[in-house]
């Protein structure tokens, strides 16, 4: 029971804060939410949470754009991506939607910088990404160095939410 009020407690906070980044977005240019944290920190259990308390849209983004990407040519997939996220946004009536999996955006193929995607995608909605990485010393991180999808950010202009902070 102890334990049990203790998770209740950490998402009860993590809610807050989020609602918190959420509200200061409204009024931002780009309206971008980074929810950052490693593998099993709880990014996808938050965001589920979220949405069904709030009534915002959950999108499976690799789900969705593998399925309109599936006829597509490698260069066709790599030109209609920004247009293909662009048109999941707009078919969405939410005004805050929730993407989670987005590790489709960083394949290395595909030719993109998924950070300025969604920060384009986000001027007219609040976008929220489950994004997998670390937020250390004003730099955010996708993946491990050595690895070919790597990327590092300097952070600016989108809010954040360090769930590794929470699981330490």
């Known amino acids: 029971m102890h334990f049990t009020k203790k998770v209740r407690d950490v998402m009860e ?5 989020f609602q918190n980044l959420v509200d200061c977005a409204k009024y931002q240019y780009n309206k971008l939410v ?8 709880g990014k996808t259990t938050l ?3 979220i949405s069904e308390s709030k009534n915002y849209s959950f999108i499976n983004l690799n789900l969705e754009l593998s399925r309109r990407m599936l006829g597509l040519t ?3 997939r790599s030109l209609r991506l920004p247009d293909l996220l662009r048109d999941i946004i707009d078919s969405n009536s ?3 939607i929730l993407f989670d999996n987005i590790e489709l955006l960083f394949d290395v193929e595909l ?3 998924p950070l300025l995607l969604l920060l384009g995608s986000s001027r007219n909605k609040i976008i929220v990404a489950s994004w997998t990485g670390t937020m250390h010393s004003k730099k955010l991180t996708y993946a491990s ?3 070919e999808e790597y990327k590092s950010y300097g952070i600016h202009g ?8 929470f699981n330490e």
């Open 47 to 49: 965001l589920k949470a």
């Open 74 to 76: 490698k260069r066709q």
């Open 145 to 147: 160095p050595e690895h």
């Open 13 to 17: 906070t993590l809610e807050g804060k």
């Open 94 to 96: 939410s005004n805050v």
């Open 111 to 113: 030719k993109q910088d």
């Open 158 to 165: 989108f809010q954040m939410l360090n769930m590794n902070l």
């Open 34 to 41: 980074l929810v950052v944290g490693q593998e099993n920190t």
